[in-house]
């Protein structure tokens, strides 16, 4: 299977406008261009047209409530209606309850990537058989202290429990992932690629890193 | 000035989709015909879409986050790039903290209409200077028993509070408010409009029941 | 084993005051009466109190912050102190983040009873080996449905999933038990005992009823 | 009126055992010996212990809930039967809703010291009309530097503000509040004591380091 690459957009001014425009056109020339996935995950305020210009988009978080009288809330539907192709869900940054990330899954035809930031959150979230798990110890993220050089044995630790439970989940790698080198040592530490933020969405020119990304993951 | 009729879309199955656009096509159309404004609080994932049909699109909350990294929230600068006119805050389905509705307010251009459950809670919310207030006793939400005759002493006494604090404030009146006539009983009680929600998104025709209010209070 | 029975006092007028301490009273003495393990869990402004009177006492909660800077937190060290033996967590109506029942876990000597809604739910938090995990589906809890008659194939799912990953971690059915015979029910299925609330708390008598679950529990 | 000073027992090491026990012995010598008022606000589990000590002792917070079936929570209820004599709310650290504030403060019959991070959410606070506030800049907190001097702009603000809602209400200053000297300063600006946490909690010797404050607080 391809490499992954999923660009988190979280709320950096690059998040929205024309830099969340012009990323999302490289995204879509890169992914026929090399051999690489690359997902965006963008603000419920972006999904919209952002998908229309690379259709591998995941909205940030949808809520667990139901349809109805709920104000300010972004349900399932919302986000199927959209046109993202998915939903990141339980980032440290959004966590959310156990059970409401079953109630989503269960819920959804959207393709789902849930974070854990420990082996055993990984390994309790492959239960719920969500598409992706990232393992992303919350204390590296935005470090540029990549996991796959400070802890290692997080992933490995994380592959095998995972693997232990359910086999057919995706597992990717996150927090301090600043180059192609530390998502190349994530996949040789047996994960399907790495989920970024920062090192893109903060990048004086976040085209070329993300071609950066996408040509060495590519090969790799 | 003009009457105020603000319809709240919630999460309700037509708030996304054909029926969520003909209403705000029908919303652009009656806002030209009546002397009326129409001002429709729509999910953040329709904002873009909806605001391009009705330039008079209010987004349904925004977080209290910076910009920067934070995943899965709404920042007062993504609301302004959809194109929406202005943010409602504090309703009582997405309550938020005093000092963060003082922080949204101060950081944002747009125009903010901020919820109150109780007269105190609306003069509380004048001092932070928002484009517009609406009292809602949240007992009466969704129950098709207007504020406007089960507890007018409610609406009197929000008036008479917050404008001895601030007389710019525009006040409107929401909970149960079910006809137009139910509205035209709360513009006579001193507000300036009503915020309504059930009674026209679960209608079993909207556009009707939109002209409706639209027309009757039009000529109030 | 034991049979065990969880009585959460939650926040009944009965949770504090006179009854509160008499059903102490009545627990310390029908524990060493009759074969079965009684253990109260009670609002930590109580904790102290209660566990004086009788030494099995939990908390209702405690929050995962750590000792510092913090207000109105309640910290494992602090539920250490009052003397309590153990902490309830994860009740359906105080809900923890996963990565948080595993900071506490992690941090404290207590005994730890967390509940869980679902069998993945329960699955999912054997992995952090607590003391005893309770299985609730919410929608009985307080109704008087008990869950071991109106779905007995939750909580056999959940013995046969936790059995799985964690031998150890004791089983308990909670939601919906107000009779002995079903608790008696509810270990026929395979679980220790059971976690009741309102049979005890809400009842005209709560020390005989207490008596009557405590004998006919001890005998099964 | 007496000075008054509000120490914040937070969740710190020292908030419970011997030396929150010490603290409150200590607490109760000087408020006779002096010309103060000293409040400690204490953890929900040490309220019934150290209310006996001291009786001029608050619980830290207390949650919205009624009595009933709510796991984990503090109802007014439970904190009056603990003898505690007031109630701390909205600190930086325990932020409350504005209509929860208004709830509880209606609710119980204890006194309410409320704080407010500006002067506006001070002045809104105070058209609920609790026993006292405490304006404390979030920003400060627990940094030495007293907002006394840093800002003293906000506290005479604050004064000016709320004396022109409520004539009755106590205005206390938090905040880097660190020297008796700050504490001083305070009151000349026009408010009747502080709130402090840190400088006694995390003091070398606490029971020195408050009577420094009270032998100071008192003569001024």
Redesign the interface.
Known sequence: MKPILVV?Y????T???KTAESIARKAAELSSKYNIRIIL?V???????ISRIHPDTY???VDP?P?????????P???E??GAKGI?LN?S???????DI?KIINRTKLETLVCA??P??A???S??KPTMIAVEPPEL??TGIPVSKAKPEIITKTVQLVKQYNKETIILTGAGISTPEDAIKAIQLGTQGVLV??TIMKAEDPLRKLEDFAMKMGIS
Not at 43 to 49: H, S
Not at 67 to 75: D, K, M, P, R, V
Not at 93 to 99: A, I, N, S
Request: without cysteine; negative net charge.
């Open positions: 988190n979280k709320a950096y001014p998040s929205h406008g995950a603000p419920a305020t972006e999904a919209y047209k909205i940030q978080s409530v349809e109805g009288a709920h104000t300010g809330h972004i349900t539907e919302m986000a209606e959209t990141l980032h940054e959004k966590k959310l309850l156990y059970r079953q930031e420990t055993e959150e390994a309790a979230v239960l719920l993220i935005g933020a920062s």
